[in-house]
């Protein structure tokens, strides 16, 4: 690769990586093309951008956007495609739901081998689980709106009820 297509292909990543708050670096290595294009299918549905890179090319990238992202260093080795996402575990369920399938003793691809997620550094495959359950912020939002919404609808079903019993009770007290 020429140095002006690795410029090129740096900058692409630079921003991409600025564009997406969440990244997951995975190993795709050992799947066939009917399975990669499978899981790029499965990637667009779920808006998460699937892209293989070369791990020094991620590395000036990273560089470039500015912060710390050296526990990512760790994971850079080997076959790399980065799963980039606005959603925090989107990537990580896509990952669970597939290798689900895998047989024991298989090795199952997507590998996870790390995550920059809600700037935080989760590095191997361990932290998977960890990954499906974090919640995304409409989640979030969703579960302190039931919350709110919890006491008013208990003070109005206690006004519903009540009134229903004060007026049963004064129609049994009539008919006495």
């Known amino acids: 690769m020429k ?27 050992a799947l066939d093309a009917e399975k990669t294009s499978k899981l790029r299918r499965e990637c667009f549905k779920q808006d998460v951008k699937l892209v293989v890179v070369k791990n020094n090319l991620l590395k000036k990238a990273l ?16 076959n790399t495609a980065v799963m980039f996402s606005q959603t925090a575990n989107a990537p990580a369920r896509l990952i669970k739901e597939f290798t689900k399938g895998a047989k024991k003793g298989e090795t199952t691809k997507p590998e996870l081998k790390a995550a920059y997620v809600q700037e935080s550094f989760y590095i191997g495959g361990e932290n998977l689980e960890t990954l499906v359950n974090i919640k995304s912020k409409n989640e979030l939002i969703a579960d302190v709106i039931a919350l709110l919404e919890s006491p008013a609808k208990n003070v109005i079903s206690a006004l519903q009820s009540s009134g229903q019993t004060i007026h049963g009770l004064l129609k049994t007290l009539e008919e006495r």
């Open 63 to 78: 560089e470039n956007v500015g912060g710390d992202f050296s526990p990512l260093q760790v994971a850079l080795k080997g």
């Open 3 to 29: 140095k002006e297509d690795k410029g090129i292909v740096i900058s692409q990543l630079t921003e991409t990586v600025k564009e997406y708050p969440n990244f997951y670096l995975t190993d795709i290595e």
